[in-house]
């Protein structure tokens, strides 16, 4: 993103993507993470491909040395680059091979390699199936077929891929032709680009898609001394022996605020979003389960299991997320979604409110909560926001109900940050909480009830 203005990187397909992902950089996810991302599901879908996924890259801030290969570049400069980032020749030719498969070279960036009018519409492909993840760049180039601009350009410096390609003889795009090996060795350069991180970067072990995802939409005091829970449970149904949702009944089993296991069970029904199913980009399919009800406030809910019977066999199967106690739920600030929301003064500025509820038995330490409030600070000629986060006290807002306290804050917010998240954190040491990751985005255009 502050190198797009050099010749290496020429074509809008590079600020495109990060348009496209530039809503979805938040403190979770870096948006060089979310470019490891877009790889590794573009390849799954176009081509089968399976690219292990790990995430915890952290994003530059500057621009880097120069040095990217150009369609100019020697045989000799091109291979030292490659070996700079730990590739060496038969790597070089497998990844320029596996990345040329899709896309095109356009006339409007390279009028000197695309022949022809200067135009949008002018594209040239790089192999007769631009848009699939195949060997076909590589069949063509062998058998003399091919019409990929950078190899039957009638400069022959502009022909890199000519030269990549024939780099060891041909021997590297022989073993390339097959279809099961062109997969593996992809596979395995995407791999090792996508994880080639500076050494103060470590990298998390491969996502794998969980079998039980449990969101929480609302968990607020309302009324009458009682909490409202609001969420889903998404259920991977793909597994082995498949699991037919139909034949499902999933309730919740749930721990009070001091741990005790509660008598009453939460139920769920099935999504209506949808039909209550999705998918995911490895072939899974997904059933989701939504639940809406309400507890006594005096006990609250810290954590929950997941129980799903089968209809027809009565068999059970609890989800306890990995033996970790259940999935946890801060039961003691609580995010007061109906009395918070987003005003917007004009199309640049508005006023974020936020109220939660803190349990009375976090104040005693005498300290406020704080909320960390992250800001996306637009950068300029960039779609990748900086973030920057705020620590902001809330204040007592002089209401109470029951056990809990209200805190409120009020605070401008720029359009460029109405789509944000923030955590609420109270007291310091073992008495410490926080209510992590909330997202704003539900507050535009509410209105905040007042507290009674
Ligand atoms: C010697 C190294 C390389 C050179 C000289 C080179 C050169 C180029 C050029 C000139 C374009 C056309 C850009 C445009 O007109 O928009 C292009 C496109 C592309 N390159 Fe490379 N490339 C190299 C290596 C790679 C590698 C290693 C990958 C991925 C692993 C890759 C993936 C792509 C893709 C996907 C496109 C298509 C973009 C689109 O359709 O908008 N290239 N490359």
Known sequence: MFELERGENLGAALNN????????????SSASDLLALALVMSVARCGDLRVPLRLGRIDATEAGPLGVPEAHTDLNATRKAFEKAGFNQEDMITLVACGHTLGSVHSVDHPEIVSGEVAAENIAQFDTTADKFDPIVVTE??????????????????????RVFGADGNATMI??????????????????????????VTLSDPLQPVDIKPYIDTHQLKGNDSIELIGRIRIRTTTTPPIDPSDLIVTL???????????????TTIGTFQGGSSFGYLGENFNWFEFKTTMPASSGISAFDVVLTSHSSGAVTTFDNSGTGGYAINPYILFQE??????????????????????????QSNSAPQLKLVRRVPLPR???PKLETESIPLESASAETGEF?????????G????RTSFDIEIGEGAAAGKLEFQDTSELLGATCATLD
Request: overall charge neutral; aromatic content about 8%; hydrophobic content about 40%.
């Open 17 to 28: 993507t990060l348009s496209d992902i530039s809503s979805d950089v938040s403190v979770k």
């Open 141 to 162: 180039y062998l058998n003399n077929t091919t019409t990929n601009p950078l190899i039957i350009n009638a400069n022959d410096t502009l022909n890199s891929d000519k």
């Open 253 to 267: 089993s749930y721990l009070d605020r001091n741990g005790r296991r509660s008598n009453a069970s939460i139920p």
């Open 405 to 413: 306290a209200y805190y409120k804050m009020m605070v401008p917010l």
């Open 175 to 200: 073993k390339l032709k097959d279809p099961a090996v062109y997969k593996t060795q992809c596979e395995d350069v995407f791999e090792r680009m996508l994880d080639l991180v500076p050494a103060a």
């Open 338 to 363: 109906t009395n918070s929301c987003l005003e917007a003064e004009n199309n640049f500025n508005g006023t974020l409110t936020v109220v939660a509820a803190v349990h009375k038995s976090k104040l």
């Open 382 to 384: 960039s779609f990748i």
């Open 415 to 418: 359009v460029a940050s109405w």
